[in-house]
């Protein structure tokens, strides 16, 4: 059941981590993406946090463009239908694939996991897509403004850190806006799972013992809340939301309920479906099995 907090004036929020509710308050017509900031100063403060998300030029991320816009339905189609292209686009980014398995099998590599894993989502979207130390530190600063308390939102912003971050991404994405969602935002979840691959193989015999797919189910990570507000009064279920309740839905914790289906890191099937709710599985699967050839080949 989502928990609620109400404190008026200072927060309306509703907290949904059981998978089917999760489903049903994603789906729900009341529920939006874009936040007024009314419903207490929390709500404010989270409203004005994802308002950064809007370039200069008015172009908004993805994730945060309604479910309504036909700009984000088309583009998501578009990009659903050119990550489709599994094959041709993991044998593109096969080098990055091999330095990730050589990391993975507890390899060194001479730059950042992250740098690896931020140019091969890069070059997903432009093939010459180039990552460095600095492009995957505007991603971590990105990251971070996201989930900081407000004395530290308030350094990243007044420090100029914020605005160079977004600049880098956005200069290195080439006006790609679902570019820079990937290699500044979705990257992190790769990562984390890159990271627990690792944790994962150096453990006894797993290496060589767990299938990759298996390898996959077991380490893939999802966000660990998307934001939604809700419009107006309204049941969902049984849950009871006010108008303008800010909703934080718990994806990790929901995934972690059905582990099996990897589907629900990725809202497979919903309206907010991931573009690369296929490729993901498949690059970490590939990325295991690289580690797993140079085990073999090296034995
Ligand atoms: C482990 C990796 C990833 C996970 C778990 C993941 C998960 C998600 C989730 C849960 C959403 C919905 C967010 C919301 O509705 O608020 C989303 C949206 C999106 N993802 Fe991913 N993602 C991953 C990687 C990627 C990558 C690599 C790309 C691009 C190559 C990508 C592109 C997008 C885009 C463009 C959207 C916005 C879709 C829209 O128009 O509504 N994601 N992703």
């Known amino acids: 059941m989502a928990l609620i907090i109400t404190i008026p004036g200072l927060v309306r929020l509703a907290l949904v981590r059981d998978p089917d509710e999760l489903l049903r308050v994603n789906d729900a017509g009341t529920v939006v993406r874009p936040l007024s900031g009314r419903g207490g100063l929390f709500n404010r403060s989270v409203a004005e946090k ?7 030029d008015g172009d908004i991320w993805p994730a945060f463009r309604d479910r309504h816009d036909p700009l984000r339905a088309a583009h998501q189609t578009s990009l659903e239908s050119a990550l489709s292209n599994i094959g041709p686009l993991l044998e593109r980014i096969a080098p990055e694939i091999t330095e990730l398995g050589n990391y993975v099998r507890g390899g060194r590599t001479p730059r950042s996991m992250g740098v690896v894993v931020q140019q091969a989502v890069g070059r997903l979207f432009l093939p010459d897509y180039v990552a460095s130390e600095e492009s995957y530190a505007a991603a971590r ?126 809202f497979a099937g919903a309206w907010n479906q991931c573009p690369a709710h296929g490729l993901v599985p498949a690059l970490l699967g590939k990325v295991w099995e690289a580690a797993r050839t140079r085990v073999i080949a090296g034995s």
Do not use: Y
Not at 254 to 261: E, I, M, T
């Open 50 to 56: 994802l308002a950064v998300f809007r370039a200069a």
């Open 141 to 266: 600063t990105l990251q971070a403004w996201l989930s900081a308390w407000p004395l530290r939102a308030a350094w990243l912003r007044r420090s100029g850190a914020l605005k160079a971050a977004l600049d880098h991404i956005e200069v290195a994405s080439q006006g790609d806006m679902a570019c820079a969602h990937a290699t500044a935002l979705a990257m992190h979840n790769i990562v984390k799972s890159i990271e627990l691959m690792r944790e994962l193989a150096l453990h006894g015999d797993n290496l060589a013992k767990i299938e990759p797919k298996d390898a996959m189910l077991r380490t893939l990570r999802a966000p660990a809340r998307v934001v939604r507000e809700a419009r107006d009064g309204d049941f969902v279920g049984l849950v009871r939301l006010r108008s303008r309740t800010l909703i934080l839905l718990a994806v990790e914790t929901a995934r972690q309920q059905r582990a099996s289906d990897p589907g629900l890191a990725f």
